[in-house]
Each structure stands twice: as structure tokens, then as C-alpha cells.
């Protein structure tokens, strides 16, 4: 595919769409749909992007035998969602701040210690040029409910044992779903 343009379609609060067109191998344009928290891509640099948008956090308990999982209700899906802390970088922080600042903010953990920060990801790829850089370390501390009234997050701890259960049972979202399968399976954090 050869990036032929970007068009924006429409301006949000928090997201833009945007037309993109390639020229495909037999010589015809293809527009798709994308949404971006980039208000103002014209190039196919920018689309790519430079620096992640957001950070997920992925944590244990203090001795390795829980993982902490949000239960969020995400208004796209109009339901609740088992998912990892995540949120938006705010100007001038670094991932580790950002990651400390939003688990904080959405469960009232600290984040103590950070084993590995993975590369950057993205969030929708098949709709998004939105990306996030996933942060695997240790929390502790008494959870509370999230700063943000605009959330409603039931934070907690659970045993690979209850995580097997919520696997078949609870709707997740993806990159958290498999991650889960994979740490009860046997790998660890």
C-alpha cells in the first residue's frame, strides 16, 4: 500500500476522525475510517506518531501472587470491563509518572516498583492510531475509589485461581484478556 493523503473528517472533545487514502496494489484507492487523539495529522509521519499517548499498567501484589484488575464500566461498549490501570501522558511526564499518577488516580495504589517497560503498542489498531506503552511492575497500598467521577472502577486483587474464572465468564478487554491467559497458564510477572 503507498499512503496517498489524510483528510480530517470531524473534530471531538477528546478523539479526531480522519479519511486516510492508500493506493492499493492493483492501482485503486482505498479510504479508511481511522479516529485519532492527534488533532491535526497532515502527513504519514504524523500518523505513525512518535511518542505513545497513554500507559497501561500491569502489576502484581507486593509478593507476586495477585494481579491487579480494574472492573470498569466503558461507556463504548455500554457495559463493565475487566482491564488493566491505563491512562492518558500528560504533558511533560515521563512513563513512570504517568503510570504511578494513573494507577493512583483510578485505584489509590502506589506503584513501588517497575520491572519492565514494554514498547510501544497500539490501543485499536484496527480503528485507532492511538498507542500505549504497557508498564509491568509492583503495587501496594489500600485501594480507593477513582478521583474521577467520569469513572466508575472497581479495583482489586485476584489469584490466578480467580482469574481463570473471570476468563470464562467476564468480558474483557483484549491485550488484558490475553495477558491474563498467559500469567495463569504459568507466566509470571
Known amino acids: 500500500m503507498k499512503f496517498v493523503g489524510i483528510e480530517k473528517k470531524a473534530q471531538g472533545n477528546f478523539i479526531t476522525r480522519y479519511d486516510v487514502t492508500y493506493k492499493t496494489e492493483d492501482g485503486n484507492n482505498k479510504v479508511y475510517e481511522m479516529i485519532s487523539r492527534n488533532k491535526n495529522i497532515k502527513s504519514l509521519d504524523e500518523l505513525k506518531g512518535k511518542e505513545a499517548d497513554a500507559v497501561v499498567i500491569i502489576t502484581c501484589n507486593e509478593d507476586g ?3 491487579l484488575l480494574n472492573k470498569e464500566f466503558r461507556m ?3 457495559d463493565w470491563v475487566f482491564n488493566f490501570p491505563a491512562g492518558m501522558i500528560e504533558e511533560g511526564e515521563t512513563l513512570a509518572q504517568a503510570a504511578a499518577r494513573e494507577l493512583r488516580e483510578e485505584t489509590g495504589l502506589e ?4 520491572h519492565d517497560f514494554m514498547n510501544t503498542s497500539y490501543s ?4 485507532s492510531n492511538e498507542t500505549n506503552v504497557s508498564i509491568v511492575g509492583r503495587a501496594r ?3 480507593h475509589k477513582s ?3 467520569a469513572e466508575e472502577i472497581y479495583a482489586s486483587w485476584y489469584t490466578k485461581e480467580e482469574v481463570e474464572k473471570l476468563l470464562k465468564n467476564e468480558k ?3 491485550r488484558t484478556q490475553m495477558f491474563c491467559y498467559m500469567w495463569v497458564k504459568g507466566c509470571s510477572i
Do not use: Q
Open 147 to 149: 478521583t474521577s467521577a
Open 172 to 174: 474483557f478487554a483484549a
Open 111 to 114: 506503584l513501588y516498583e517497575i
Open 124 to 127: 485499536a489498531v484496527g480503528f
Open 76 to 78: 463504548a461498549a455500554g
Open 141 to 143: 497500598g489500600v485501594f
Open 65 to 67: 501472587t495477585k494481579i
